[in-house]
């Protein structure tokens, strides 16, 4: 609290003081406004025709006066409360308005951002004396997603309720609520995706990914929000209105969490953070995330930890409040998460060693390579969207047990197997890292380590979830990033896999339409004809009489 008395509209400190001293201890515990503070608010206000409010205690003490204009106050900085908070601030607001409107848009957003316990309005008569009064409190959780009751009586003098004994019934309901979660839940967050081209469908789909991206980090998602806009907002991405729409939202859903499907810039973080309070995390933060979470070798790590403090020293900015706000939970695991507590040099130099470590992994990968070169066993590669079903495939081909799961990314360490052709030659097949859209710049640098087994493919086995909607942007994404891999002109041959789940017909139009072969690695289906494709293109002289037979 900085400014004593909020926004004074040309009155002097030494008058406010005059009047909270004037109008002080005349409010019992239970009302929550005397008829007496009543008629001096509305005659103060009839007189200099503003808004005049109060922040009232518990105990009945009033804390702050603020005067505003004819239409509307602003509150004192009496800071926001916490995401996720569950008890109210001990704080109510009265205050009048000169034309006995209801309560304001503006003041539920008070009411519910600050955690007030109660806001009132009251009234002023036309004689200057105190008239209708509305107020309204929150609401722990119900049925119908009420945030508020609100309520009106015709004059502050009769019918007014028990002020404290609804406040004590009141967060003790919000108590419950609270203690219903238990520790180690899930974190709850809303996704926002924003629209700037006017194709929603795109938008859409793009949340579809996010979502499972949030599932695979083990957040719930509670909520999804889409905006169509001409462009983002510089300071929000979203507009201010949508913001606190947002912000209402997620604390009735009891969200602690905004994840944004675009990317936000360090200051449009931190100025959502600061308005809403809630936690902010924007997708590439999520991948890191899963990253952090499923990294398992020892070089997984240094690279995942390399692209989170990549992604990090921009945002590394004077206030420290913001690195404390990043630590814990979503988005401040992993191996950086006690070292993000460290300053912007240390954050230097910490890059600059493990940019080291990991060219030195790097170089022990190629000595391997090399020996593996001196046995001439060409390499096969897996590449693909994430979840297309690559390490699967790698395990009805080579009969082993790499983990495969329905989340995203499953797979972060490159493996490597031997797999004998039918015709028997001799190759080694390894499965990568599945690609995405946008895969954050840090990440590919970081997984550059991982990702040059790819420099030694003789073939590339692009694997495509034949039965995902959003298949043609999947393949794009990954030629994309072969071509910034430097891999565009290596030997490819698409596998349209998961084709237990498509027709028949569009199958054959596929293989028809863009070349591949159709397989499903869950059923083995089209294994064998992949099998000698992959070989035909690896090694010329393979006859063709075996391909022939199989067409038959
Ligand atoms: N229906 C069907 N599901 C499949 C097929 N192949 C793989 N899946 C499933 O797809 C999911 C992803 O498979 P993974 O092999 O883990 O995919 P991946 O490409 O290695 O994924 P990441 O390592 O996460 O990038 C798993 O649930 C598999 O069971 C298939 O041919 N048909
Ligand atoms: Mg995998």
């Given at each position: 609290m900085n400014e004593p008395f909020g926004n004074t509209f040309g009155l002097k400190a030494s008058e406010l003081k005059h009047l909270k001293n004037t109008?002080?201890?005349?409010?019992?515990?239970?009302?929550?406004?005397?008829?007496?503070?009543?008629?001096?608010?509305?005659?103060?206000?009839?007189?200099?025709?503003?808004?005049?409010?109060?922040?009232?205690?518990?105990?009945?003490?009033?804390?702050?006066?603020?005067?505003?204009?004819?239409?509307?106050?602003?509150?004192?900085?009496?800071?926001?409360?916490?995401?996720?908070q569950v008890r109210l601030r001990g704080l109510r607001f009265v205050h009048t308005h000169l034309k006995s409107e209801a309560?304001?848009?503006?003041?539920?957003?008070?009411?519910?951002?600050?955690?007030?316990?109660?806001?009132?309005?009251?009234?002023?008569?036309?004689?200057?004396?105190?008239?209708?009064?509305?107020?309204?409190?929150?609401?722990?959780?119900?049925?119908?997603?009420?945030?508020?009751?609100?309520?009106?009586?015709?004059?502050?003098?009769?019918?007014?309720?028990?002020?404290?004994?609804?406040?004590?019934?009141?967060?003790?309901?919000?108590?419950?609520?609270?203690?219903?979660?238990?520790?180690?839940?899930?974190?709850?967050?809303?996704?926002?995706?924003?629209?700037?081209?006017?194709?929603?469908?795109?938008?859409?789909?793009?949340?579809?990914?996010?979502?499972?991206?949030?599932?695979?980090?083990?957040?719930?998602?509670?909520?999804?929000?889409?905006?169509?806009?001409?462009?983002?907002?510089?300071?929000?991405?979203?507009?201010?209105?949508?913001?606190?729409?947002?912000?209402?939202?997620?604390?009735?859903?009891?969200?602690?969490?905004?994840?944004?499907?675009?990317?936000?810039?360090?200051?449009?973080?931190?100025?959502?953070?600061?308005?809403?309070?809630?936690?902010?995390?924007?997708?590439?933060?999520?991948?890191?995330?899963?990253?952090?979470?499923?990294a398992q070798s020892a070089d997984g790590k240094l690279q995942v930890e390399l692209a989170q403090l990549k992604y990090l020293m921009p945002r590394l900015v004077q206030s420290d409040d913001s690195l404390s706000r990043l630590a814990g939970g979503i988005g401040g695991r992993g191996p950086g998460e006690t070292k993000l507590e460290i300053d912007r040099r240390r954050v230097r130099e910490r890059i600059s060693q493990l940019d080291k470590r990991i060219d030195q992994l790097s170089v022990n990968r190629q000595t391997r390579r090399r020996s593996r070169e001196r046995h001439e066993l060409p390499v096969v590669s897996i590449v693909g969207?994430?979840?297309?079903?690559?390490?699967?495939?790698?395990?009805?081909?080579?009969?082993?047990?790499?983990?495969?799961?329905d989340k995203l990314f499953a797979t972060l360490d490159p493996t490597s197997r031997r797999l004998r052709f039918p015709r028997e030659h001799e190759v080694i097949i390894t499965d990568t890292v599945g690609f995405i859209r946008d895969l954050p710049k840090d990440l590919v640098s970081a997984f550059r380590a991982t990702l040059e087994e790819l420099d030694d493919a003789a073939l590339l086995l692009h694997v495509i979830d034949a039965a995902d909607p959003a298949r043609d942007q999947q393949i794009e994404s990954v030629e994309k990033i072969l071509l910034q891999l430097g891999l565009s002109d290596r030997p490819r041959l698409l596998v349209w896999n998961k084709i237990d789940r498509i027709s028949e017909e569009e199958a054959d139009a596929l293989i028809s339409d863009r070349g591949g072969v159709a397989i499903s690695a869950a059923t083995s289906r089209g294994i064998d004809a992949l099998l000698l494709k992959a070989e035909r293109t690896l090694f010329a002289e393979v006859a063709d009489d075996s391909l022939a037979m199989l067409r038959v």
């Open positions: 109008w002080k201890r005349r409010v019992s515990v239970h009302e929550i406004v005397s008829p007496e503070l009543a008629r001096h608010l509305c005659e103060f206000s009839a007189q200099t025709h503003r808004q005049v409010g109060v922040l009232i205690s518990r105990k009945g003490e009033i804390e702050h006066v603020v005067v505003g204009n004819a239409h509307k106050l602003d509150l004192p900085d009496i800071g926001r409360s916490r995401a996720g309560l304001t848009k503006d003041d539920l957003t008070d009411l519910a951002l600050l955690r007030l316990d109660l806001i009132a309005a009251i009234g002023v008569k036309d004689d200057g004396l105190p008239g209708v009064l509305h107020f309204a409190h929150l609401l722990p959780q119900n049925a119908d997603a009420a945030l508020w009751r609100m309520e009106t009586l015709p004059s502050v003098h009769d019918g007014q309720p028990d002020f404290g004994a609804t406040m004590t019934a009141l967060e003790d309901e919000l108590a419950l609520t609270t203690r219903a979660r238990k520790v180690g839940d899930r974190e709850r967050a809303v996704l926002v995706g924003v629209c700037l081209d006017g194709k929603r469908a795109n938008t859409e789909a793009s949340l579809v990914e996010l979502k499972e991206l949030a599932r695979t980090a083990g957040v719930e998602v509670v909520d999804e929000v889409l905006q169509m806009r001409k462009q983002v907002d510089p300071r929000y991405l979203i507009g201010r209105g949508k913001l606190d729409e947002l912000n209402l939202k997620s604390m009735q859903m009891g969200a602690e969490l905004l994840i944004f499907d675009k990317e936000l810039n360090p200051s449009q973080a931190r100025g959502i953070n600061e308005a809403t309070s809630l936690k902010v995390l924007d997708r590439t933060q999520l991948i890191l995330d899963i990253f952090a979470q499923r969207y994430t979840n297309a079903g690559k390490s699967t495939l790698l395990n009805v081909l080579t009969r082993s047990e790499v983990l495969t799961e």
